[in-house]
């Protein structure tokens, strides 16, 4: 580990300046401090740095050698400087963050184009997950922020809740004559239903929910994307379930109509996620803050 960086930044000033008086104007001190220091770093290095002249100072061999290394890590500190400076600008910098495919689509990208265009330079990468995985990669530090779907809980996580969203069923023409009126969810799984694997949170929601009625949830179809159940069922293939905020053009259009329930089922939350122990870069900050007024 290095040791009195000061004494380092006294012999740069000293070798760029020239003179022991430039350079103690420089660093706001008096010569004689200057003149210490100096011989302090000799010591330590065991040679003679400096050659004094009538002019000033100048670099002995040794000195010309540690000036090439001292001027590239000086150099080093102010790119370091600039780039922190950069980051807090936005001018520079890196976001990363996990959300699942619906979330991303409807909820994550509207907004994440809004920050890229005022800030282009500001580098985003989104992993595609379910809510169970990203929150994993919140956790190995793989992504500064996540989107997941709530109910969650981890002590070591920060759940900012955000909007209200409703899971309900949704068909094509032919299952439109089950819209005319509500019906129970035993009645509605006498048909197909088309659902998302095990192992996502949605999933696991409707199988509780399911199973307070007393039912069980058994697919014909399982599916890994929301977006594929919303075309299966438009194709008649089953019923689907899906989140009603992020059809409402296919139910306006009438490509999709939804099925409804005699006990609908409850709606639930997106939540936006960060670890607690960890604080985030500017730009992930940024991003919270826009996600989190939604």
Request: hydrophobic letters at 40%; glycine letters at 8%; a negative charge.
């Amino acid at each position: 580990m290095i040791h009195n960086m000061e004494l380092y930044q006294v012999f740069y000033i000293t070798a760029k300046a020239g003179s022991l008086s430039k350079a103690a104007d420089e660093l706001f001190v008096t010569q004689p401090a200057v003149t210490h220091s100096i011989k302090q770093l000799e010591a330590k290095l065991g040679g003679q740095l400096f050659f004094r002249t009538s002019r000033g100072v100048t670099l002995t061999t040794e000195g010309r050698e540690l000036f090439t290394y001292i001027e590239q890590a000086y150099h080093f500190i102010l790119n370091g400087e600039r780039k922190i400076t950069e980051m807090h600008q936005l001018t520079h910098g890196e976001v990363k963050i996990g959300a699942g495919d619906t979330l991303c689509k409807h909820f994550l990208l509207p907004h994440l184009k809004q920050f890229h265009e005022a800030f282009p330079k500001v580098k985003i990468q989104v992993t595609n997950r379910t809510t169970t995985e990203t929150i994993t990669l919140l956790k190995e530090g793989k992504i500064d922020l996540g989107i997941v779907n709530l109910p969650i809980s981890d002590p070591h996580i920060s759940i900012q809740e955000s909007i209200i969203i409703h899971d309900c069923f949704l068909a094509g023409e032919a299952y439109k004559h089950l819209t005319v009126t509500p019906i129970s969810l035993e009645k509605l799984l006498e048909h197909p239903v088309i659902l998302l694997e095990k192992g996502s949170s949605t999933r696991a929601y409707l199988d509780h929910f399911a199973e307070g009625h007393g039912l069980s949830m058994k697919p014909e179809i399982e599916l890994g994307s929301v977006d594929l159940l919303i075309e299966f069922a438009r194709n008649g293939f089953g019923i689907a379930c899906g989140i009603r905020e992020f059809v409402t053009q296919e139910l306006l259009d009438g490509t999709l109509y939804e099925i409804r329930l005699t006990t609908p089922i409850p709606a639930r939350k997106v939540g936006i996620i960060k670890l607690k122990s960890t604080p985030l870069s500017a730009a992930a900050t940024h991003v919270y803050d826009t996600l989190r007024q939604i």
